[in-house]
């Protein structure tokens, strides 16, 4: 499978147009065609649907996408690697994580590094721990930041000074907004907007479902969010209550965030691969971690 039929594909899946495409890559249209008719062949599958005015994927040509993107993403980021071997340290530096306060740790190294080498440049891609994992598993990240509780022992890890506090993100009209603190009780019935990550978390365990007690298979869950700024959104309409970290970002004039009682907390890792082969950027991003923050723990 060459590379070249992989950009093909893709700008297929992008303009679901041939003559769009063919327009993009500068072929003609029956160059394109023919050549991703080859390409179906190769992997025995049929990966396009092909209407008389629009192109869509199968179920096949989705997980080709998804593929293709994380192949030539790779080799993106290997020529990059490469083209920045030389006396000054450059280059390109991936970095994964959630919304939390982790994540502020890691800007401040960002900040002291970029101070000493202004050529290297960052990549942060947002999403929750199964995400970002995935993405580091791939070869698609140099680091990870991970909230707790998660499986690491696959990876290599420095554990942050930070803990993050759980709580309720609700509209300041709820009468919830009048306590200080939540408790299992308060939110017995009340219609919850929960993480998909901990809602059924069972791989680890979960310290979210110990402190609902007996009837956290029972919750009222109306809608589940990967990051809380969407989920905020529905919140301020209504909806429901999330459960989330504490939000740095979020809280406007009709939400207000009260923290669990008792208290829930979570701490965070940043992890690498075991055997990681770095460029020298992300060695002296990692040098700097270990300095701040110590060595592997």
């Given at each position: 499978m060459e590379l070249r039929l992989l950009r093909y594909f893709l700008a297929v899946a992008r303009e679901n147009s041939f003559?769009?495409?063919a327009k993009y890559l500068?072929?003609?249209q029956p160059t394109?065609?023919?050549?991703?008719?080859d390409l179906e062949e190769e992997l025995g599958q049929k990966?396009?649907?092909r209407e008389t005015h629009y192109i869509t994927l199968t179920p096949e040509g989705m997980l080709l996408r998804k593929r293709a993107e994380e192949i030539l993403a790779m080799v993106q980021k290997t020529e990059a690697e490469f083209n920045s071997i030389g006396e000054n340290i450059a280059g390109d530096i991936y970095i994964g994580g959630g919304e939390s306060d982790a994540m502020n740790l890691v800007a401040d190294a960002i900040a002291e590094l970029h101070e000493a080498y202004p050529d290297i440049r960052y990549h942060i891609y947002t999403g929750v721990a199964g995400d970002v994992m995935e993405?580091?598993?791939n070869g698609l990240l140099d680091f990870g930041v991970l909230l707790q509780p998660v499986d690491i022992a696959r990876y290599d890890s420095i554990a942050l000074p930070v803990k993050d506090k759980w709580g309720v993100l609700m509209r300041r009209d709820n009468p919830l907004a009048e306590k200080d603190s939540v408790t299992p009780d308060d939110l017995r019935g009340l219609p919850l907007i929960?993480?998909?990550r901990d809602l059924r978390n069972k791989s680890v365990r979960n310290p979210y479902a110990e402190?609902?007690?007996?009837y956290f298979d029972k919750l009222n869950v109306v809608a589940v969010h990967n990051?809380?700024?969407n989920a905020s959104l529905l919140v301020e309409r209504g909806l429901g209550n999330a459960l989330t970290l504490e939000p740095k970002n979020v809280v406007r004039d009709k939400l207000c965030f009260r923290p669990l009682n008792p208290t829930l907390e979570s701490g965070s890792s940043i992890v690498w691969k075991k055997y990681q082969v770095f460029s020298r950027a992300a060695e002296a991003f990692l040098e700097r971690i270990r300095e701040k923050f110590g060595g592997q723990g």
């Open positions: 003559t769009r495409a500068h072929i003609t394109l065609s023919r050549q991703l008719m990966l396009l649907n993405r580091l598993d929960c993480s998909r402190w609902f007690g007996g990051l809380v700024h």
